[in-house]
């Protein structure tokens, strides 16, 4: 009963903040209105259990990736309240991609058999599992070892690879791009007058 | 079992129901008790801390501070200002963009009265007990930027604007060091959750995660220094540098929208010397082994009115040493000078995240080397070590020989209740 009175109102916000980034035209009022979608989707983890995607739905996309969105449109904005305008093909075409992606999710819902699948609370073995605690079972998974085996007793089931080296490979897949990134936007060298007094 | 307010949440909620109360309403009821305790402890140390921060600033400066309001030492200052505060017109300039700049403070207050939540004030008194109590901490106090950023961007002041972006430039830059450093602790205790971390220091104060190694010893400092940064603290409260820039992002807000920034601010600050008086310095336990041993006793002993007293003293040691924490932020305001945004840039980026960098592989390091030298017990997180009537709750027996590798288990097992009155 509370579950599904919280999970209605994440829902309607999630959905009202995605609809209100569609329909709104101030860029920043879009981005709040995001942050409003983002945050309620993090609600929603919070719901299932899944505390650790939710922290870092809150930590990765709200406090960082919007931080800097805002940041960004205060720092390129020529007016003082930016305004996005469409021409109505925009909108036309934007409205066809929206219904087509819709749909594709619709009939993956509505393909599920939704009695066969296990709630999380009865994927959950332990109480601890089920308020959420799925930090552990995460970082076991990582370093390719399933979550109801204790690490030190090896368990000769299955692979040991797990997820840490496509990790690595991203993250530094990452850092390349965030140097590449500094390089491309570093100040240009200029001549000798100016590069000494640099570091005022 | 230690009683937590987990339990007191489900002793509230059968309570309510024995009422003839329905589930959901008893749950209800008991989450905004706890809403209410918590959103308490929201307004209590900023009251206590406006009155200190006035003070200290007099005495720095050779004045008496406030004198008159509520007696001698002018007591009752907060409640006053509080008063001034609410009385003032709810101005919303004409250049300003309106539902942005009315929603602004709450974006802020929400977030470091929600950081609270899992701030365990003494041994189980934490609202929401989770294995990734610290992780989610930051990333909810992380939010509190945006607040600010809407608000100097929907202000329609140059004043305003400015503040916004220099606190998004700082905030975004600073949070790379405090990251790293709260990192270090973590690496030696073996735990991201806050209460086990706390737990785990008892004993002498040598015990303390501070006093583990020489770079929690120095990540304490850098992470003091970059969490005054992240509370806007002068030296680096350039986002309201008054020579400057009037007020900064606080220009154009008056009243009681005004004073939820302040409520934050002093809020946020008690919080993040909270997580360091947690990670670093011993958390509720007073770092004499006697007395935690006299505290200890009625705590787990099962009797709920002793441990609640014992946790109630517990509170205070903790309290104590974060106010000490947030009084020496007031002392480093009122005689640093503000530093420029370049040098609040060229700090971090140049000085903090590398140094901190260098902690974080030290403290790596640290442990392998010693296990060189034949330390081997020093190598294992102290977790395993210091915290065995934790270890002795944990849900399954696992070889001793294996502790190393062990992760520690989360010691309290919060309620189902106790979770919804989180959210």
Known sequence: ?200 | MIPTLADTATTIQSTLEGWELSEGWAMFLAAVIHVALVAGFFGLPAGIFIWAERKISGRIQDRLGPTRVGGKFGWLQAIADGGKLIQKEDLVPADADGPLFRVAPYVVVVSSLAALMFLPFADGWIAVSLDIGLYLMLAVMSLEVIGVILAGYASGSKWALFGGMREAAQMVSYEIPMSICVVIPIITAGSLNLNEIGAMQSGWAGNWILFNDPFTFIAFFIYFVCATASCKRAPFDLAEAESELVAGFLTEYSGFRWSFFFLAEYASMFAVCGIAVLLFLGGWHTGIPVVDGLLDGPRYAGDFVYSWLANLLGFTVFFSKASLLVCVQIWIRWTLPRLRIDQVMMTCLKYLVPISCVLFLGAVIWPLALSFTGHTTWGSPTGNRAAPTMQLESRDAVPPSTSALRLPRQPLAASDSNEDAGR
């Open chain 1, 1 to 200: 009963m509370t579950e599904q009175t919280l999970f209605f109102i994440f829902a309607i916000l999630a959905g009202g903040g995605a609809l209100g980034v569609v329909i709104l035209q101030d860029i920043v009022r879009m981005a709040f209105s995001l942050i409003i979608s983002l945050g309620s989707t993090a609600g929603l983890f919070f719901l299932l259990g899944a505390d650790f995607v939710a922290a870092t739905q809150l930590l990765v996309y709200v406090g960082g990736t919007l931080v800097l969105l805002i940041f960004g449109v205060m720092l390129t904005a020529s007016g003082p309240f930016r305004r996005i305008k469409m021409s109505s093909g925009e909108t036309l075409l934007g409205a066809a991609v929206g219904l087509l992606f819709f749909s594709v999710i619709a009939f993956t819902v509505i393909g599920v058999n939704w009695q066969a699948v296990p709630s999380h609370r009865e994927v959950a073995t332990t109480p601890s599992d089920q308020s959420g605690n799925t930090s552990r079972a995460i970082g076991m998974r990582l370093v390719g070892i399933p979550a109801d085996t204790e690490i030190g007793l090896r368990s000769d089931s299955g692979s040991r690879t797990g997820y840490l080296l496509p990790f690595e490979i991203v993250s530094v897949h990452l850092l390349v791009v965030l140097v590449g990134a500094a390089y491309l936007a570093r100040a240009k060298r200029r001549e000798s007058t100016d590069a000494t007094q640099g570091d005022a």
